[in-house]
């Protein structure tokens, strides 16, 4: 039984998706500020969720199962990450990801995420995704993903 629980996905927001974290202990250092390297689990859920709620699950992926149709095993896999520490989160903080799709290429995705504590912006990102199959090489972003991935006009 899949239980559907959209809260725990967050939301869609127009051209952007929005997850909600609450920073607990094994995220942060002995000081109890966010340790770096959770920013980008944060940041990764956000990505999964993103996709999740355009209707494009990694397992469906992973699966061959694309849009109802059998196909090629695929997978998304971070190319290219920059990341801006810019103020702490601490322990019990609330904080929200945004996502935002930047721009898609052949076999490319890129897209912004914040990391943001009310209007304090506390982590930015660029990051770059390739969907590869399950021999790891590059494929195209089929049709049926690029008009999911599009924002709506």
């Not at 869609?12 to 995220?27: A, K, Q, T």
């Not at 290429?105 to 209007?119: K, L, N, S, Y």
């Amino acid at each position: 039984m899949t239980a559907t629980w959209p809260h725990l996905s967050g939301r869609l927001d127009g051209n952007r998706h929005i997850l909600p974290v609450r920073i607990y202990f094994e995220d942060t250092d002995f000081s109890g500020v966010v340790y770096h390297g959770s920013y980008v689990r944060f940041m990764e859920r956000g990505r999964t969720d993103f996709l999740r709620l355009l209707g494009v699950g990694h397992e469906a992926l992973a699966r061959g199962d694309h849009a109802g149709e059998e196909g090629e095993a695929l997978a998304f896999t971070v190319r290219r990450m920059t990341l801006d520490f810019l103020k702490p989160a601490r322990i019990d903080d609330l904080v929200e990801v945004e996502t935002a799709l930047k721009e898609l290429g052949g076999a490319r995705v890129v897209v912004d995420q914040i990391v943001r504590r009310g209007a304090e912006v506390l982590a930015k990102a660029e990051v770059t995704v390739a969907l590869i199959n399950a021999a790891g090489q590059p494929r195209r972003l089929p049709d049926w993903l690029r008009d999911r991935l599009m924002p709506p006009t």
